[in-house]
């Protein structure tokens, strides 16, 4: 019975896209949570370096186009699962040569497999779940990714608690997993026939231009929170780095219970009053953190923050509603690349924005939220191809009725 229902749970595709999301969190977050502390006591890496390593580690990101070129010569799936090994190669090689040059090289590696891994789950979630069970999978998809988080971070905080840190080892384990995951892909799971043919090739659709532009704000949104909010818990309230990764596990811990229930809440209410409460939220949030004066708030104001990622599943089930089938695959690379536009750009600018008020900062990301939520307002009650936006239903209501008459 057990071996059945093993086999049985194999030939999900469901289970193939939690493998991917568990290998792509054990090794991005270690990577991820280690590195400043690695670059610093062991390849001596000052401000010059740490910013060309940032800027290296989001290039792949900004060139997630291309994976529709690759998709050209190698399955969808297969594609998915040599992005992870790759992932999980540049994680566990991270640590061999404590170098400015090889730490950049692993980078690299392990960045080209991470955004490529990132834009593959996307397309084939959406192009595997159906349109009624994707934002409740969805959510589930991102608890998993939460509690594999609290695992990865509680696990090298009891570590760092009782062994002096071992970089090599953390490393050599966290991408050794991701492989082994991998592999398990490989030749466990079988390979499934992709529903609809994709285009394999490169392009726009005018009836796609609001994803495209809640895509870009949405990047701009979280290069906010990314870099600024926790920087200012630093710099403002000299949070100490303990506290962070504590801070850190809380929000693993919420996003695991509420991000289930964020996708149900989004079947039930549609996305533009889902995307409605997420943007109205952040603009309050983000006005508070430009003049919060208390780290009890602060903190608060960091932990609903995070929250709000989750609302970002409705982004995903608008596309997948209004997108021909044949299509997602390749949005889901330009989307990838539109969304990374803000990454490159917005860090060094807002940076020095920082220099002169920190406050003017959030006050721009409030903005940003705003331009959010009036854009979203254009979301039909049932969004679907030809009925992109509320826009488009007024057209067809306007030429039915001079038709009529």
């Not at 995070?306 to 889901?332: C, G, R, V, W």
């Not at 330009?334 to 860090?347: D, E, K, Q, R, Y």
């Amino acid at each position: 019975m057990k071996t059945t229902a093993l086999s049985a749970a194999l030939h999900e595709r469901k289970t193939f896209l939690y493998l991917l999301a568990i290998g792509n969190t054990i090794a991005f977050a270690t990577w991820q949570v280690m590195l400043n502390n690695f670059v610093v006591e062991r390849a001596s890496f000052g401000g010059e370096e740490i910013g060309i390593l940032q800027s290296l580690r989001e290039v792949p990101g900004f060139l997630a186009f291309t994976a529709i070129w690759v998709m050209l010569i190698i399955h969808q799936q297969s594609f998915a699962v040599l992005s992870l090994l790759l992932l999980g190669f540049g994680t566990a090689i991270t640590a061999f040569y404590p170098t400015a040059m090889w730490v950049y090289f692993s980078t690299v590696i392990m960045s080209i497999g991470f955004h490529y891994l990132e834009t593959l789950h996307n397309s084939l979630s959406l192009q595997w779940l159906s349109t009624d069970e994707a934002p409740e999978v969805l959510g589930k998809l991102l608890s998993v990714r939460a509690i594999c988080n609290f695992l990865v971070l509680g696990s090298l905080y009891l570590y760092l608690l009782i062994y002096s840190v071992d970089y090599l080892l953390v490393y050599l384990i966290a991408g050794s997993i991701a492989i082994a995951i991998a592999l398990f892909c490989w030749a466990g799971i079988p390979k499934f026939d992709d529903p609809v043919t994709q285009r394999k090739q490169l392009f726009l659709r005018k009836n796609y231009w609001l994803y495209y532009a809640l895509t870009f704000l949405a990047g701009a949104r979280r290069q906010i929170f990314v870099v600024f909010a926790g920087f200012l818990l630093v710099e403002k309230f000299d949070f100490p780095v303990e506290n962070v990764v504590l801070l850190t596990l809380v929000n693993a811990a919420l996003t695991f219970w509420l991000a289930p229930k964020i996708g149900r809440l989004i079947s039930m209410i549609g996305e533009r009053r889902a995307l409605t409460l997420e943007y109205i939220g952040l603009i309050v949030v983000f006005v508070s953190y430009a003049f919060v004066d208390s780290l009890a708030v602060a903190v608060a104001l960091y932990l609903l923050d995070h929250l709000f990622f989750a609302m970002a599943i409705a982004i995903k089930t608008y596309f997948q509603k209004i997108a021909k089938p044949e299509d997602i695959a390749a949005t889901s690379s330009i989307s990838f690349t539109i969304n990374h536009i803000a990454a490159v750009v917005l860090p060094a600018l807002l940076g020095l924005v920082w220099v002169i008020n920190h406050s003017a900062v959030f006050l721009i990301g409030a903005g940003i939220a705003l331009g959010s939520l009036l854009l979203s307002q254009l979301i039909p009650d049932l969004p679907e191809f030809g009925q992109e936006t509320r826009i488009a239903d007024r057209l067809d209501a306007a030429a039915n009725q001079s038709s009529l008459s």
